[in-house]
T-cell receptor
Framework: AQSVAQPEDQVNVAEGNPLTVKCTYS??????LFWYVQYPNRGLQFLLK??????LVKGSYGFEAEFNKSQTSFHLKKPSALVSDSALYFC?????????FGTGTRLTVIP | EAQVTQNPRYLITVTGKKLTVTCSQN?????MSWYRQDPGLGLRQIYY???????DKGDVPEGYKVSRKEKRNFPLILESPSPNQTSLYFC??????????????FGDGTRLSIL
C-alpha cells in the first residue's frame, strides 16, 4: 500500500535551535512531495514542494526540505526555530491521481 | 484575497438529519476536493471534482455526496449522518488535479459532531 510516514508525533525544540521534522514515503514512481503547516483552527497552508532537480528545496517562513531519493525521505528543516513555528506539520506525496498525507507532527518551540 | 470559504465552521447535529457544508473559492480553480481529518489518520480524500458537473470518489466516499453546479462552489452533503462521520472537514481547491505538482489551497475547516 502506498503511504507517507511521519515517525514522530511530537517534536520539541528550543527557540533558536535548528529543527527537523521527518517524513518518508512509499509511493510508486517519482511523486511530487509537499509540506503543509496547520495552525490552530485553520486549514493547511502550503510551505514548499519538491518537483525535480536540486535536492534542497526552499520554502516559506525560512523553511527548507531535503529530498533523498535513495532513502525515500523528505525531511523539513529550519536553521533557527521561532516560537511562532509551533504548529502541526503534514507531509504529502502524490500518487497517480491521489495525494497521500502523513499523520502529522506537532512541533513545539520552547522559548 | 484568494481564499476558500467553508460554512458552517462548527456544527453539532443528530443522527439522520441531513446537512450540507458549503465551500466556495474565488481563485477560478478547476479542481476542488473534500477531505476529512481524524487523529492518527491524517487527511483522507472524500470526493474531488475536475470541473463543473465532473466529480469522482476519493478514498472514503461512503455516506457522502457532492455536487459541482458552478465552478466556484463544491458543497458536501451528508444525507443521513451517523456518529462515525464526526470529524474535521476541509475543502480545498487547486490549479491542477490532486496528483499534480500544484499545491492545494485549504479552507479553515468545519468541525462536525454527530450525536
Amino acid at each position: 500500500a502506498q503511504s507517507v510516514a511521519q515517525p514522530e508525533d511530537q517534536v520539541n525544540v528550543a527557540e533558536g535551535n535548528p529543527l527537523t521534522v521527518k517524513c518518508t514515503y512509499s509511493v510508486s514512481g517519482n511523486p511530487y512531495l509537499f509540506w503543509y503547516v496547520q495552525y490552530p483552527n485553520r486549514g493547511l497552508q502550503f510551505l514548499l514542494k519538491y518537483i525535480t532537480g536540486d535536492n534542497l528545496v526552499k520554502g516559506s517562513y525560512g523553511f527548507e526540505a531535503e529530498f533523498n531519493k535513495s532513502q525515500t525521505s523528505f525531511h523539513l528543516k529550519k536553521p533557527s526555530a521561532l516560537v511562532s513555528d509551533s504548529a502541526l506539520y503534514f507531509c504529502a506525496a502524490t500518487g497517480a491521481n491521489n495525494l497521500f498525507f502523513g499523520t502529522g507532527t506537532r512541533l513545539t518551540v520552547i522559548p | 484575497e484568494a481564499q476558500v470559504t467553508q460554512n458552517p465552521r462548527y456544527l453539532i447535529t443528530v443522527t439522520g438529519k441531513k446537512l450540507t457544508v458549503t465551500c466556495s473559492q474565488n481563485m477560478n480553480h478547476e479542481y476542488m476536493s473534500w477531505y476529512r481529518q481524524d487523529p492518527g489518520l491524517g487527511l483522507r480524500q472524500i470526493y474531488y471534482s475536475m470541473n463543473v458537473e465532473v466529480t469522482d470518489k476519493g478514498d472514503v466516499p461512503e455516506g457522502y455526496k457532492v455536487s459541482r453546479k458552478e465552478k466556484r462552489n463544491f458543497p458536501l452533503i451528508l444525507e443521513s449522518p451517523s456518529p462515525n462521520q464526526t470529524s474535521l472537514y476541509f475543502c480545498a481547491s487547486s490549479l491542477g488535479p490532486t496528483g499534480s505538482n500544484q499545491p492545494q489551497h485549504f479552507g479553515d475547516g468545519t468541525r462536525l459532531s454527530i450525536l
